[in-house]
Nanobody, 116 residues
Framework: QVQLVESGGGLVQAGGSLRLSCATS????????MAWYRQAPGKQRELVARIFSSGNTDYTDSVKGRFIISRDNARNTAYLQMNSLKPEDTAVYYC??????????WGQGTQVTVSS
């Protein structure tokens, strides 16, 4: 069973930084495509960034140049470095691990709150 545990959320002032971590178990991590999603109150969950097993990455337009997704295959962990945070980044952030055709797993979420 694939398990994901997020950490690193919290309260930060606008302009500040946070780093989210997603520790995984129960899978061959290097084969997973990893992603971060977020869901703000009253809004749909949206894809923030993803990093494929190849190492390629992509980002939603609103975070390009501010957020960096990375992975450490030796530690079975994915990261989301969030810089220049804005109040509109406030949301619950979820980690997702996917191996197409095998599994699609989610973490429990971590709250990020950016004050103005």
């Amino acid at each position: 069973q694939v398990q994901l545990v997020e950490s690193g959320g919290g309260l930060v002032q606008a302009g500040g930084s946070l780093r989210l971590s997603c520790a995984t178990s129960g899978s061959i991590f290097s084969r997973n495509d990893m992603a971060w999603y977020r869901q703000a109150p009253g809004k749909q969950r949206e894809l923030v960034a993803r990093i494929f097993s190849s190492g390629n990455t992509d980002y939603t337009d609103s975070v390009k140049g501010r957020f960096i997704i990375s992975r450490d295959n030796a530690r079975n962990t994915a990261y989301l470095q969030m810089n220049s945070l804005k109040p509109e980044d406030t949301a619950v952030y979820y980690c997702n691990a996917k191996w197409i055709g095998v599994f699609d797993a989610w973490g429990q979420g971590t709250q990020v709150t950016v004050s103005s």
